[in-house]
C-alpha cells in the first residue's frame, strides 16, 4: 500500500495549526475535528479578507448555471470570463469579437472558406453548364481562343442536306464572279433541243404570190404518230391530201375523191366506222348475259292452289333482237304444274293471253320462253302464274328465275 498522509484527532499533533501574518502554524490543542482549521490573519496585507462564510458559495458563484440563450446566468452577481484568441504573429491573446446581440464576428483575411454547401453549390452551378445552349451572340465577345460548339456535326449535317436541296434560284439575282456552274439537268436539256432541231424545218420565206420574201414552215403529219410526211398543197395554197387525186366523188361511183376517215367516239377512244363492200355501214352491238332477276324463291305451292311471281321489269332501252326472254323453273316434287304468262303495259294492271298459251310439266326443272306462256315481243312487264295440279296432296316449292341478253 503506498505511502499516505493521514489526519489524526490528536490535540499534540503539529498539523493543527494557525496561520499569523507571520504565515506560521499555531497550534489548536482543544480542536477535536478531523479537518484543518485555517484562518488568514486580517493583519496579512496585500492578501484581503473573504467574505463568504463557505468556500463552496464562492465555487458556485463561479460556476453558474446558464440556463437561457439570451444571457448568462440568472442575472446575480456571477463570475466574468472572456473567451480569448491567440495572435500568433504578434504574441498577444486577444478577445473574441462579438456585435451588440452577441453575434461572433469573423473576418477572412487570406485563405479559402470551407462551406459546408459547396457540394450542393457545385452541382447547382454544374446543372446551369448543361442547360445553357444559346446566347445573345450580340452580346458575346470572345477575344481570343476558340469556341468549341458541340452542335458542329449537326450544322455540317443540316447544310449538306440543304445543298442536295438548292435545285433552283433566281438567276437574275445570282451573279457568277468565276467558275463554272455545274446544271444537273443540263443533259436532259441538251436531248429536248436536239430533238426540237430535228421537228423543225425551215426553208427560205415564200409570200401568197410566190416570192420568197417571208419566212416559210413546212407543216407534217402523221398516221400513227411516229412517222411524220411533209403535208403539201396545189399551185394556189390548197391542201393535197392525195397528190394525185384531189377531186371530190361522185354519186356515179369514179375514183376521184378527196378522201376522209369517218370514226366513232368508244370510251373515249375514236374507232373507224367500218363498211361492207357496198359501202353499207357494218354494225355489232355488244350483249351480255343477265341471270340475276328472281321472280320466284322457293315459294310453297299446295296441291290445288294457284301462285303468282313477283313483277319482272325489262326497263326502258333494252335490245332484245336475238331472242325473247328465258325462264328457268324448279319444281321440288315434281307435281304436275301449269305454269301461264302475264304481262302488264303498266306494270300494275296484268292480262293474260288465253288458255291456249300455257306449260304443263312434272319435271322438277324446266325452261321456257316468254312467248311458251303467251307474252310475245314487245311487252316491258311481265310475271307467271303456277298451279298445283298434284291431286294427291302433296305440296311443292317454286323457284323461277329470269334471263336475257341486253
Not at 444559346?134 to 470572345?142: I, K, L, P, R, S
Not at 430533238?195 to 401568197?208: E, G, N, W, Y
Request: some cysteine; proline content about 1%.
Amino acid at each position: 500500500m503506498p505511502n499516505q498522509a493521514r489526519f489524526t484527532q490528536n490535540v499534540n499533533n503539529p498539523l493543527l495549526k494557525t496561520i499569523n501574518s507571520t504565515s506560521a502554524l499555531m497550534e489548536f490543542p482543544t480542536s477535536t475535528d478531523r479537518h484543518l482549521d485555517v484562518n488568514i490573519a486580517s493583519a496579512d496585507s496585500g492578501h484581503g479578507l473573504a467574505t463568504e462564510a463557505k468556500q463552496d458559495d464562492i465555487i458556485n458563484a463561479t460556476n453558474r448555471a446558464i440556463n437561457n440563450t439570451g444571457a448568462i446566468g440568472d442575472g446575480s452577481i456571477n463570475a466574468t470570463v472572456v473567451a480569448l484568441g491567440y495572435d500568433r504573429s504578434n504574441g498577444q491573446g486577444r478577445a473574441l469579437l462579438v456585435d451588440a446581440d452577441g453575434n461572433l464576428q469573423c473576418d477572412v483575411v487570406s485563405g479559402t472558406i470551407t462551406e459546408t454547401n459547396s457540394a450542393d453549390i457545385l452541382a447547382d452551378t454544374t446543372s446551369i453548364d448543361g442547360k445553357i445552349t444559346t446566347c445573345n451572340t450580340g452580346a458575346v465577345v470572345v477575344a481570343s481562343g476558340d469556341i468549341t460548339e458541340t452542335n458542329s456535326t449537326a450544322i455540317l449535317a443540316d447544310t449538306g442536306s440543304l445543298d442536295t436541296k438548292i435545285i433552283a434560284c433566281n438567276t437574275g439575282a445570282v451573279v457568277v464572279a468565276s467558275g463554272d456552274i455545274t446544271e444537273t439537268n443540263s443533259t436532259a436539256i441538251l436531248a429536248d433541243t436536239a430533238s426540237l432541231d430535228a421537228k423543225i424545218v425551215t426553208s427560205a420565206p415564200i409570200t401568197s404570190d410566190g416570192t420568197t420574201s417571208a419566212q416559210a414552215v413546212n407543216v407534217m403529219g402523221s398516221a400513227d404518230g411516229t412517222n411524220f410526211r411533209t403535208l403539201k398543197t396545189d399551185g394556189n395554197g390548197s391542201l393535197i391530201v392525195d397528190p394525185s387525186e384531189d377531186s371530190i366523188i361522185t354519186a356515179d361511183g369514179v375514183t376521184q375523191e378527196q378522201r376522209v376517215m369517218l370514226n366513232g367516239n368508244y370510251n373515249g377512244n375514236l374507232r373507224t366506222v367500218k363498211v361492207g363492200d357496198a359501202g353499207a355501214v357494218n354494225t355489232e352491238i355488244d350483249h351480255s348475259w343477265d341471270n340475276t332477276n328472281q321472280i320466284f324463291n322457293t315459294e310453297a305451292c299446295a296441291d290445288g292452289d294457284t301462285i303468282t311471281s313477283s313483277t319482272f321489269d325489262l326497263g326502258q332501252g333494252v335490245s332484245h333482237e336475238i331472242g325473247s326472254v328465258e325462264f328457268f323453273l324448279d319444281n321440288s316434287a315434281s307435281v304436275d304444274i301449269e305454269v301461264t304468262g302475264e304481262t302488264s303495259y303498266n306494270g300494275t294492271d296484268f292480262y293474260t293471253s288465253g288458255s291456249e298459251y300455257s306449260v304443263n310439266s312434272n319435271k322438277g326443272s324446266i325452261y321456257f320462253s316468254q312467248e311458251d306462256v303467251g307474252i310475245g315481243g314487245g311487252h316491258r312487264y311481265m310475271r307467271l302464274s303456277v298451279t298445283n295440279n298434284n291431286g294427291l296432296g302433296t305440296s311443292t316449292n317454286i323457284s323461277a328465275q329470269v334471263g336475257y341478253y341486253k
